[in-house]
């Protein structure tokens, strides 16, 4: 067994914080293991609850879409959330639980050490840039640790306001140049990204 699938099982079995209390399944993540695209959601909903797998509901499907414009199907990535287990009703994660299911992301990243990393939503940004706000800096290329980022709205908010869709989709079609970079360049001598363009990924 691989670290990553023995990562995944404690995650499976952690009672670290209460939401194990509520939970069907805790929702590692999933993806191949040397992803160079890393996605990080904020928790698991009722469907992903349910199934043990990230982004399967709505928004799942449109996140599925979304790569699709750029060429890429969903098991081409890895996709994980900042919290592992589901909130109750769909609530916002609270500081604890973030806090305490903060070492599987971080282990998650260091197994899979991806070449950009794509928060969705501003529980992820806060995640990696406590200091930031999503509506200044998405669709902005950051670096930091290594890693270039690019924050994102999460694919939900495109759910409810339908004018956040086209944003997401903009801010999605610069993710293929962020990559090129990042294959290029590495992060300690990060150039600024050029336009977005369509550009086959792999
Ligand atoms: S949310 Fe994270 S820390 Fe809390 S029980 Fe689930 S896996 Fe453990």
């Known amino acids: 067994m691989s670290e990553l699938e023995e990562l995944h099982q404690r995650i499976a079995s952690c009672t670290d914080c209460d939401l194990c209390r509520n939970r069907t399944h805790a929702v590692p993540g999933e993806g191949p293991p ?5 996605f990080v959601g904020e928790g698991p909903g009722f469907y992903e609850d349910q199934q043990a797998r990230p982004f399967v509901g709505p928004a799942g499907r449109f996140l599925e879409e979304l790569l ?14 900042v919290v592992k287990c589901r909130p109750p009703n769909n609530r916002d994660p609270l500081p604890g639980e973030i806090e305490s299911c903060r070492k599987y992301l971080q282990q998650q990243i260091e197994l899979i050490q991806p070449k950009v990393i794509i928060s969705l939503g501003r529980y992820s940004l806060a995640w990696f840039f406590p200091r930031d706000t999503i509506s200044k800096v998405h ?4 670096v930091k640790d290594g890693i270039y980022f690019m924050p994102m709205y999460h694919p939900a908010a495109a759910l409810h306001a339908g004018n956040m869709r086209s944003v997401i ?3 999605f079609k610069k993710i293929p140049a962020v990559l090129k970079r990042a294959r ?6 990060a150039a600024p990204v050029p336009e977005p363009e369509q550009m086959r990924l792999f």
Request: cysteine-free; aromatic content about 4%; overall charge negative.
């Open 34 to 38: 040397n992803a160079e695209l890393l």
């Open 68 to 81: 699709a414009s750029i060429g890429l199907q969903r098991d081409q990535v890895f996709i994980a959330n």
């Open 184 to 189: 290029e360049a590495p992060p300690a001598q």
């Open 169 to 171: 989709e903009e801010d």
């Open 139 to 142: 669709g902005q290329t950051k």
